[in-house]
């Protein structure tokens, strides 16, 4: 709803902004301008919402859909990051817990009194290292892809 209203006003001022005489070029600069704006104050959604209305309203402003796309890139890079961050931290947390668990499941076996508590909880900690470790290694590659095709021009 929130973003639907962002896009309803962002489309707003940039129709008003042609009405009062201001040609295609500069409205869409000034939708570009907001994006990156949004983008700095981390609103990725606000700046991807304004970058996919540039593109629908303004299909001839060719230098500013250029620089958005430049920014839709930056955009993904940052997501990526910032979710790869956020992901090694949970992952080096369950790697941990994994550890401690395992160690006791092994002492508790080599005691012959481990109990089928302990073996589920533990076989769902691997599974959610597993799963942590999956995702931490799809963002890696998601941003050494985004790296690859910046320096290709994309």
């Known amino acids: 709803m929130e973003r639907i209203l962002k896009t309803w006003l962002l489309l707003a001022m940039t129709l008003t902004m042609v009405a009062c005489g201001n040609d295609a070029q500069q409205a869409a600069d000034e939708m570009l301008r ?4 949004r983008f700095e104050r981390k609103d990725y959604q ?4 304004a970058i996919d209305s540039l593109r629908r309203i303004y299909p001839s402003a060719i230098e500013a ?3 958005a796309i430049t920014l839709k890139q930056n955009i993904a890079l940052k997501q990526a990051q910032e979710d790869l961050a956020l992901t090694d931290s949970a992952l080096q947390a369950v790697n941990s817990d994994y550890e401690y668990q395992r160690s006791k499941v092994e002492k508790d076996k080599a005691e012959l009194r481990v109990t089928k508590e302990e073996l589920d909880m533990l076989a769902r900690t691997k599974m959610k290292r597993d799963s942590l470790q999956v995702r931490f290694d799809v963002q890696c590659a998601k941003i050494k892809y985004i790296h690859r095709k910046q320096k290709e021009g994309w």
Not at 34 to 37: H, S
Not at 46 to 49: K, N, V
Request: hydrophobic share 35%.
């Open 46 to 49: 606000g700046a991807l919402a």
């Open 65 to 67: 859909r250029k620089k």
């Open 34 to 37: 907001q994006a990156e704006q």
